[in-house]
């Protein structure tokens, strides 16, 4: 299924998205997966959040504001989709930076399946036990080869890997693809890494091709950033312009952009 064709199943299927995510960007997560045509909730509490995710197409959990509730949480509606057979998205925000937070992300991972492991290059690398650090949420750097790291992890965990940079790597271990969609003022705003993380959730939601619905997902995101990144002033009509450019994105915008090898 092409890249345009899964967007416009997204919109026409309208998938729900149950979010337990970073308080900091929780507002711009929702608005673009409702940019995207599909429907978001964010659910945190222990006492519905499995309820929640099991009427959702898709989980979306992202570890940038953590609380040890939020992580009950998190287990207790992953544990709800993977009954459901739905698709968890993890996003392994600030991985690296912590003791904590590494030990959560583990926990989580030991805990529950999670379908999709998503995370900048050093966030990826301390997931698979590099002696990496993390700056704060930003990528530090890393001595690696991002596919084969991405392959690799795939391979363990039987998941698929996102790494997000420069240029997207995703990998499910027997294929990777990358996407050089996006602008550098992508990196200018708080959240699009956050954002990023949503839109692959909703793009899962609707296609059970995980790798290539996580690719789809990025050229859509990155496609849209590009032409927001043209018609913008400064980052903040940045950030609503790249609502407005994913809200009307179309097939010649998608067919004549798409970076994806």
Same mark, same amino acid.
């Given at each position: ?32 997966? !409702? ?5 978001p909730v964010m659910a945190h509490a222990k006492e519905e959040a499995a309820d929640m995710a099991s009427l959702a197409s898709a989980l979306v959990l992202n570890i940038g504001t953590l609380t040890i509730e939020l992580i009950e949480s998190m287990k207790l509606a992953a544990g709800a989709a993977n009954k459901k057979g739905i698709p968890v998205v993890l996003d392994v925000c600030g991985a690296g930076a912590t003791r904590f937070r590494d030990e ?51 391979? !363990?965990?039987? $998941? ?33 890494? $956050? ?36 018609? $913008? ?11 407005? $450019? ?16």
């Amino acid at each position: 299924m092409s890249t345009w064709e899964l967007l416009e199943k997204v919109r026409k299927e309208k998938p729900l998205v149950h979010h337990i995510t970073n308080w900091v960007t929780i507002y711009d997560c929702a608005n673009i997966v !409702k940019s995207f045509g599909a429907s978001p909730v964010m659910a945190h509490a222990k006492e519905e959040a499995a309820d929640m995710a099991s009427l959702a197409s898709a989980l979306v959990l992202n570890i940038g504001t953590l609380t040890i509730e939020l992580i009950e949480s998190m287990k207790l509606a992953a544990g709800a989709a993977n009954k459901k057979g739905i698709p968890v998205v993890l996003d392994v925000c600030g991985a690296g930076a912590t003791r904590f937070r590494d030990e959560k992300v583990y926990e989580i991972l030991e805990s529950v399946k999670v379908n999709i492991i998503k995370g900048n290059a050093s966030e990826i690398a301390r997931v698979t036990g590099m002696e990496v650090k993390t700056k704060g949420v930003d990528s530090g750097s890393v001595d690696a080869d991002l596919s084969v790291m991405a392959s690799e992890l795939a391979a !363990k965990k039987s $998941c698929t890997v996102v790494i997000t940079g420069k240029e997207d790597i995703i990998s499910d271990a027997s294929r990777v693809y990358k996407v050089s969609n996006g602008t550098d003022m992508m990196g200018t705003i708080v959240g699009t890494g $956050c954002m990023a993380a949503s839109v692959i959730g909703t793009f899962a939601a609707v296609n059970k091709d995980l790798a290539r619905a996580s690719a789809s997902a990025l050229v859509c995101f990155g496609i849209a950033a590009e032409i927001a990144s043209e018609i $913008c002033t400064g980052t903040g009509s940045f950030k609503n312009d790249l609502f407005d $450019c994913v809200y009307n994105l179309n097939r010649q915008q998608i067919e004549t952009l798409e970076k994806l090898a």
